[in-house]
């Protein structure tokens, strides 16, 4: 033995050592940085575009109201048709976020569509390499699944910057952002002038408790990226899923996808948040209930499920970190995180 090949066999032990053989296919990345006042954060717009500098400029001042120093990406404000730009620029801007020394989190201004047209285009390598928080629901849903199958660091399904951020979702974020907690989200009780509350209930689809790394986002954008490599894992997952805008069979179609494609199957639990407005407004209706089709799809898994959780497009909603381990209670409707999503 000679001594290059005495030093190649040496390193290859150390790595080892290190970390066994998954060290040398590429050690898992650490968690995000917590956010401090004062840091500097991306904003990019990887799907619909913002087409007045006035609506910007509210965002900006949201950003910095979090006591956050707001840099906006290169293509902030480009318009491509519907787009922010072509797939490309848009890709580039995620790319250069996640590069820049100086950025600590990364938030996405606005959902819409095309964050799924610009995943070919990421830089994986570099991404992983500088975990951040991403920030951001919806449309986004596609850029937090494709960083958690290819990079493998909790990211946030929460407000974009251009939503309201009501004292609920703030304090959801800082917490967990911020102050690196590990809290049980629970919706707030109701504040009506009833004998029985209704506002902020939940629907139990099979009781229990189990426990699992978060993964979801939105329904729509989950079921099209089904049969592509930009898919998690499943495997032993909490899922929870929200959606907006789409009528009742609709929402039974996108169940069946997941339950076809195997995804339902492989789960430990399921939380489905809000489903805003979510019927074909048609005259005297008389099919399925969104709850009643959940309830057809998610009773039998036997693993504990529910609905009613403050997630998705409504005023208010929990900050949800994708890869973090947590517990859910489908009697009492809570998701309590076992892990904090930043160091």
Not at 38 to 58: Q, Y
Not at 113 to 121: D, K, M, S, T
């Amino acid at each position: 033995m000679d001594r290059r090949d005495a030093i190649r066999l040496f390193s290859a032990a150390a790595l080892l050592s290190a970390g066994g053989p998954a060290a040398l296919a590429g050690a898992s990345p650490g968690k995000p940085a917590r956010l401090r006042p004062g840091d500097t954060v991306g904003l990019i717009e990887p799907a619909g575009f913002t087409e007045d500098r006035f609506d910007l400029a509210l965002v900006l001042e949201t950003i910095r109201a979090m006591g956050l120093v707001p840099k906006p990406a290169p293509h902030v404000l480009k318009r491509y048709g519907y787009l922010a730009g072509d797939d490309r620029e848009r890709a580039a801007d995620v790319n250069a976020m996640f590069a820049d020394p100086q950025v600590r989190a990364v938030f996405a201004v606005r959902g819409g569509w095309g964050c799924a047209r610009i995943l070919p285009y990421l830089d994986y390598a570099a991404i992983r390499a500088n975990p951040k928080l991403l920030v951001g629901f919806s449309d986004i849903t596609a850029l937090h699944l494709a960083l958690a199958a290819r990079c493998g660091f909790p990211t946030v399904h929460g407000p974009n910057a251009a939503n309201s951020w009501g004292a609920l979702s703030w304090d959801s974020f800082r917490r967990l952002a911020f102050a690196g907690e590990t809290p049980t989200y629970r919706n707030p009780a109701g504040g009506e002038d009833r004998l029985v509350q209704r506002s902020g209930r939940i629907r139990t689809f099979r009781s229990g408790k189990a426990a699992g790394k978060l993964i979801g986002g939105n329904l729509v954008t989950l079921a099209s990226l089904m049969g592509t490599p930009y898919l998690p894992d499943f495997g032993g997952a909490i899922l929870f899923l929200e959606e907006a805008g789409e009528a009742e069979y609709r929402i039974d179609r996108l169940m069946t996808q997941l339950a076809l494609g195997g995804v339902l199957g492989k789960l430990a639990g399921v939380v489905f948040g809000q489903c805003t407005a979510c019927s074909g407004g048609e005259a005297n209706y008389s099919g399925f209930t969104v709850s009643e089709v959940l309830d057809q799809h998610l009773a039998p898994l036997g693993v504990p499920a529910f609905q009613g959780a403050l997630i998705g497009h409504v005023a208010n909603q929990f900050s949800m970190p994708l890869g973090v381990r947590a517990e859910i209670d489908a009697d009492s409707g809570t998701i309590a995180l076992l892990e904090p999503a930043v160091t």
